[in-house]
């Protein structure tokens, strides 16, 4: 028969087990609000290495320094005002699988952000078993068949790691910047999104525009051709000018048809950035109706450093590579885990409840790395390397910024002058070609100067078309790499 314990042993039991379990309590209690300090060294950013201002000379003419409004203060439907454009761009922001993907990457990285903080907090788990065994007469140490049975119900936490040394921490914070870089990143690929959508768009209109300049020119060439014709069956013209005047429709023909397949590409390469299909009623008819974007400002070149997502990106890499050190360091130093647990035990269920059926345990576990081969060491060593190669990445980044702004600066610098004399150029050869087709008319010239001053005009306001879209393009590309805002 089993012995009752008296009341003596049972005031010790209960004693013991209130100080074990307020000693589990306590332990939890630390190990939850504990703070401790990263092993990672202080984060400095590095010297920007490039000029503290942007370019100056004669192709730039002062156009840094213009006023205007910055680029990040600009959202991209106050700045691209035209209606169908803004509506491709609303379209290729839901439709656009590259800026998905750069979404779902924000969700995987939040995620595994979520993972590492857990690390900070002991993981507790609700646990309850019941076990029953019996024990044959042959095996049990009273030679009778027994059955033992055995109730449990527990609270606790197993391997705990206490962040004495800020590993875990260190950990946490590497993946909290990598969650930022990702975040920069989507914004960058949404940026460049937009940018590509506006040039696309311009690409499609100014070919647009081209092919309509075409389709004159053959019109015209055309009732030249027919005119010629009718005076050579008379004997009022030579062949000579019958064969020129059909060289020069066959030549806008060409055109034609380069043009009409190039506009076909235009449209597909704007179907593929959108993501979907593009609406008829949203395509340009020429790039003459696209109304002026907004000017700019650059600023210093600090300030858009500040702005640019890629530099950004860049740097949160930086500071992630800079918190796996601390990790690093940390390895070096012991490691203590905790497994505990408080609940209550029985050998019958009915007293699994009763004050005298508290159980706990408390297992605590000291690491210290004595030999590993020199593998802490060069983990250090791999830590240490990736933050200098971020350092270079993040450095080649901002060159790579600078010499962006700059170049778009300098075209944004010539293209007025540009595409002054573009203009004028296209007066005056469409003067000479008015001029030269009365002198044919009167018999003063030959065909072959209505031909030349044809072929000059027509050569004029091709180029008229490449310098416009090219001043458009170059607003665009100013946005995108001041860091336009409001994406």
């Not at 504990?34 to 156009?63: D, I, T």
């Not at 203060?73 to 209606?83: C, L, P, T």
């Not at 705990?160 to 914070?173: C, I, T």
Request: glycine share 6%; with cysteine; aromatic share 8%.
């Amino acid at each position: 028969m089993k012995r009752q314990p008296n009341k003596a042993e049972r005031s010790r039991r209960k004693e013991k087990q209130g100080k074990g379990f307020r000693a589990a309590i306590i332990i939890i209690a630390l190990s939850v609000f504990s703070s401790c300090a990263s092993m990672a060294p202080k984060y400095v950013r590095p010297q920007a290495p490039v000029a503290p201002n942007w370019p100056s000379g004669a192709a730039y003419k002062s156009s840094a320094a213009k006023p205007g409004v910055y680029a990040s203060e600009i959202k991209w439907q106050e700045f691209f005002i035209n209606s169908q454009l803004q509506k491709l761009i609303a379209l290729a922001l839901e439709n656009n699988r590259d800026l998905r993907i750069a979404a779902l990457n924000i969700e995987r990285s939040r995620a595994q952000y979520r993972i590492q903080r857990a690390g900070l907090f002991p993981t507790i788990n609700a646990a309850g078993a019941g076990i029953a065994q019996r024990v044959p007469a042959s095996l049990s140490s009273t030679g009778e068949a027994i059955t033992l049975r055995q109730y449990d119900l527990s609270l606790g936490f197993s391997a705990y790691e206490l962040d004495l040394f800020g590993r875990v921490r260190s950990l946490k914070n590497a993946a909290l910047e990598e969650f930022f870089a990702t975040e920069e990143a989507r914004r960058g690929t949404q940026l460049s999104l937009v940018a590509e959508v506006a040039s696309d768009y311009l690409a499609l209109a100014a070919d647009k525009e081209r092919l309509k300049i075409a389709q004159d020119t053959l019109e015209s060439q055309q009732a030249s051709y027919n005119l010629i014709k009718s005076r050579f069956e008379f004997g009022a013209s030579s062949e000579l000018d019958l064969r020129q005047a059909e060289t020069s429709v066959d030549s806008a023909q060409v055109d034609i048809a380069r043009f009409t397949s190039q506009v076909a590409q235009d449209e597909n390469a704007l179907a593929l950035v959108i993501g979907s299909p593009v609406p008829e009623n949203l395509l340009p008819s020429g790039l003459s109706a696209i109304t002026a974007l907004k000017d700019l400002s650059a600023g210093l070149p600090s300030e858009v450093l500040e702005r640019r997502p890629d530099i950004m990106q860049a740097e949160h890499l930086l500071k992630a590579a800079n918190a796996n050190i601390g990790a690093a360091r940390a390895a070096f130093f012991p490691r203590i885990t905790l497994t505990t647990s408080i609940g209550l035990a029985s050998d019958q269920l009915s007293g699994l409840f009763k004050g005298a059926s508290r159980a706990w345990s408390f297992a605590p576990q000291i690491t210290l790395p004595i030999f590993d081969g020199r593998r802490n060491r060069a983990n250090l060593k791999v830590s240490e390397i990736d933050r200098d190669i971020f350092v270079a990445q993040y450095e080649k980044a901002i060159q790579s910024a600078f010499r962006e702004v700059a170049d778009a600066l300098a075209q944004r610098g010539t293209l007025g002058d540009q595409m002054k004399a573009q203009q004028s150029l296209v007066d005056a050869n469409s003067a000479a070609y008015s001029l030269s087709q009365a002198r044919y008319r009167n018999g003063i010239a030959s065909y072959l100067d209505v031909l030349d001053s044809q072929r000059s005009l027509y050569s004029a306001q091709q180029g008229l078309i490449t310098v416009r879209l090219s001043r458009l393009t170059n607003l665009i590309t100013l946005y995108k790499v001041l860091g336009g805002g409001g994406v």
